[in-house]
């Protein structure tokens, strides 16, 4: 098929012109293939902002699949796609601009009465950040998130404890975790702690599991115990030795909100046990800020997409 639909191209020319004829094929204006790509495509869409896509089963659309919990809506979003020039870009706009995305994850009596596997959307599904999202979201936290938004992967290695982790004394370390390289046996360790996919098959829908690796990682992962540094780094830049300043920085950088009164004393708290274990230390004070900023990346509230 991709023979005899490629261009007749120069004998110079350094491509075989098969990639071109294959997406002009399958986006071919009101044909089968472009229909069914259209909804594939809007449904991964949809899984990603909801965790379950408008069809359940994004590897198959057909008779044996999954029905379509709002077929309408797959159909409507499907047009869109096509009707934007196929613009990935637009309809991620119409989602995130959609009251179902804006709506609170807060549930209430009658929803749950109603729809306890809030299939139909009452509220927003609480769902935790991806694997790459909260490595992402703890350097932007604390500062040291690279802009980089194209070149080269970042390396990763195996370190003689067995984990794969990234060189931060390497250009681009810090980019962000789509750069990071990935091969079959060598998955960053962090990343696979929460789901990332193996690359051993073909994943349509990654595993979303909770368990105590999770939170071993986060209270001694070398990674999570430089970020906690860095962020109290940061906090003692932005607001000196003001810790009442800090406490709420901390909290608006890592959870977007400032604490409530509960998480405030029980932050004070923490701080002030944490100095009398460093009290022989020459940076005390330091010392107890890095591991509280470290203990608010094990929130739920840094965790969890609300």
């Not at 990935?88 to 109603?114: C, N, T």
């Not at 681009?172 to 990935?182: D, P, T, V």
């Not at 970020?227 to 300043?245: K, M, N, T, V």
């Not at 940076?283 to 965790?303: E, I, K, P, V």
Request: glycine content about 6%; overall charge positive.
């Amino acid at each position: 098929f991709l023979a005899s639909t490629a261009p007749n191209l120069a004998p110079t020319a350094n491509t075989t012109g098969r990639r071109r004829a294959w997406a002009e094929w399958i986006t071919e204006k009101n044909s089968p293939q472009a229909a069914l790509l259209a909804r594939v495509t809007v449904n991964r869409i949809w899984q990603h902002y909801f965790g379950a896509g408008i069809v359940a089963t994004p590897d198959n659309l057909g008779l044996s699949g999954a029905k379509p919990t709002h077929p309408e809506l797959l159909e409507w979003l499907a047009a869109e796609l096509v009707d934007s020039g196929w613009s990935v870009k637009a309809v991620h706009k119409k989602i995130l601009a959609s009251l179902a995305f804006q709506q609170s994850a807060a549930p209430h009596a009658r929803g749950l009465e109603r729809d306890p596997a809030n299939q139909f959307l009452w509220r927003f599904p609480l769902r935790r950040l991806d694997a790459e999202c909260i490595r992402d979201a703890m350097l932007a936290a604390c500062g040291r998130l690279d802009a980089k938004s194209s070149g080269p992967y970042v390396p990763t290695s195996r370190s003689g404890a067995g984990e794969v982790l990234v060189d931060e004394s390497k250009p681009g370390a810090f980019a962000r975790s789509l750069f990071l390289q990935r091969r079959r046996t060598q998955v960053p360790t962090f990343l696979g702690t929460f789901d990332a996919p193996s690359i051993v098959f073909n994943c349509t829908r990654r595993a979303d599991t909770t368990m105590p690796l999770q939170a071993l990682s986060l209270l001694n992962s070398e990674m999570v115990v430089k970020r906690g540094a860095d962020l109290a780094g940061r906090l003692a830049s932005d607001c000196g030795s003001d810790a009442e300043a800090k406490l709420t920085r901390a909290f608006l950088l890592t959870t977007g909100r400032a604490p409530t009164a509960p998480e405030a004393a029980a932050a004070r708290s923490f701080l002030d046990s944490q100095q009398k274990v460093y009290a022989d230390k020459s940076d005390t004070a330091s010392r107890a800020w890095a591991d509280f900023c470290q203990s608010l990346f094990g929130l739920n509230a840094f965790l969890y997409l609300e």
